[in-house]
C-alpha cells in the first residue's frame, strides 16, 4: 500500500530489508564468536570418580595453570592480590560458588596456598573442578 503526500510523490512505507539483512549477519557473527568468548584458560584436571555438583547460577572460576599461574576467569592475577581481587567479588556476591581448577602438575602445596588466599578473601562456598574417570569397557 502507498501513500503519496500530494505533488511530491513521496512514499510513505518504510522499508524493512535492510535492517533483516543487518539482524541476519549479526546473528551470524554472534553465533560464531559466542563459543570463542566463553573458552578459559588451558588446565590438565585431574581425572577422578566424583559426580558432578549441581549449581543453580554461575560460578566464578579460579585456575592454576602448569606455570603456577593463577587466573580469575581469564584475568591473570599474581597469589599476593588474589585476596585484594577478591575482597570485593565476595562483598558484591557474597552467596556465590567458587569453583577452583588446577592443572594436575601443579604442587599440592601451592595450590593450598590458593585455596588459603580464596579463604582469606571470605569466600566459603569452594568446589574443585575434576575431569570425569573414564570407564574401561
Request: glycine share 4%; net charge positive; proline share 7%.
Amino acid at each position: 500500500m502507498k501513500w503519496f503526500n500530494n505533488d511530491d510523490g513521496f512514499m510513505a512505507e518504510i522499508n524493512v530489508t535492510p535492517l533483516v539483512d543487518v539482524m541476519l549477519v549479526l546473528l551470524i557473527i554472534f553465533m560464531i564468536t559466542a563459543p570463542m568468548l566463553t573458552y578459559g584458560v588451558k588446565v590438565d584436571l585431574p581425572t577422578t570418580t566424583a559426580k558432578p555438583m549441581p549449581i543453580k547460577q554461575e560460578p566464578l572460576v579460579i585456575s592454576i595453570n602448569a606455570n603456577k599461574e593463577i587466573f580469575i576467569d581469564r584475568y591473570k592475577v599474581s597469589l599476593q592480590k588474589l585476596k585484594d581481587k577478591l575482597a570485593p567479588m565476595v562483598k558484591r556476591f557474597p552467596r556465590r560458588n567458587v569453583l577452583l581448577q588446577a592443572d594436575q602438575n601443579v604442587p599440592y602445596g601451592f595450590v593450598m596456598k590458593v585455596i588459603g588466599s580464596i579463604k582469606a578473601a571470605g569466600i566459603e562456598n569452594l568446589g574443585l573442578v575434576t575431569r570425569p574417570l573414564k570407564e574401561k569397557r
